[in-house]
């Protein structure tokens, strides 16, 4: 895979934008045809819908999921239960076929292979990819409790695995904690009955069995051993 294309979801959507919206500027003198020009569109604005609607859902989730631990729970601040807003899935733009990455991968080439496609077009459609360029990812992680244990909810962005780190009071080990191919994993490892802990979490992706990128932010939470 080429290493201008982001890794990132969301970079690369920001991305398929940009070079969708630039691409007219220069379509004639890189010899792109209107149909090639609507498909870059139309590719963008579907993955701009996908990565929406999958945020979407992410932050009805967690609210649920808070609302599942009020009702349980109670709390002293809250006298009344009030469910949560349901997603609302907005409509679709014009559907497209899969391989959205393939196809842009494919436009980039033959814009490169074009004499008339110098450095500086390429940067603005941009798809410039330098021999020095380094490719750094930064993963997001998020965690809330569920039913009293930690709930670690990332997303992949086009990996296959990530290595997970915990530090449950004592440091970070050198090796992952766990490595996870799936998100919405629950940590079950809970100290002993009644004793209250702090854990950090941090996660990394990783390719061909090694690390890339960059740790996502840490974050924490506290519980209780049950």
């Known amino acids: 895979m080429s290493y201008f294309i982001e890794k990132n979801v969301s970079d690369f959507s920001t991305q398929l934008t940009k070079f969708a919206t630039r691409l007219p500027t220069y379509a004639t003198d890189l010899g792109f045809s209107v149909d090639e020009k609507k498909e870059a569109v139309d590719d963008a604005a ?4 996908i990565i929406k609607t999958d945020e979407d859902a992410a932050t009805s989730k967690l609210a649920w999921k808070a609302f599942e631990l009020l009702a349980r729970e109670g709390s002293v601040d809250v006298a009344e239960l009030i469910p949560p807003a349901a997603v609302v899935i907005t409509v679709a733009p014009t559907l497209v076929a899969p391989g959205i990455q393939r196809r842009f991968a494919q436009k980039a080439a033959k ?3 074009n004499p008339k496609c110098s450095e500086a077009v390429q940067k603005d459609l941009n798809i410039f990819s330098s021999p020095k360029a380094v490719v750094t990812v930064t993963p997001e992680l998020k965690v809330a409790l569920q039913a009293g244990y930690p709930e670690l909810i990332f997303t992949k962005h086009g990996f296959i695995v990530i290595n997970l780190y ?3 009071g004592t ?3 050198t090796a992952p904690y766990k490595t996870l191919t799936k998100s919405h994993f629950i940590d079950y490892d809970l100290p002993a009955v009644g004793v209250t802990a702090h854990y950090k979490y941090k996660i990394v992706f990783v390719e061909n069995d090694v690390e890339v990128g960059n740790f996502s932010p840490e974050v924490s939470i506290t519980v209780i051993g049950r």
């Open 46 to 49: 579907y993955l701009a819908w």
């Open 111 to 113: 814009a490169k292979a």
């Open 166 to 168: 915990r530090d449950a």
């Open 171 to 173: 440091g970070y080990s």
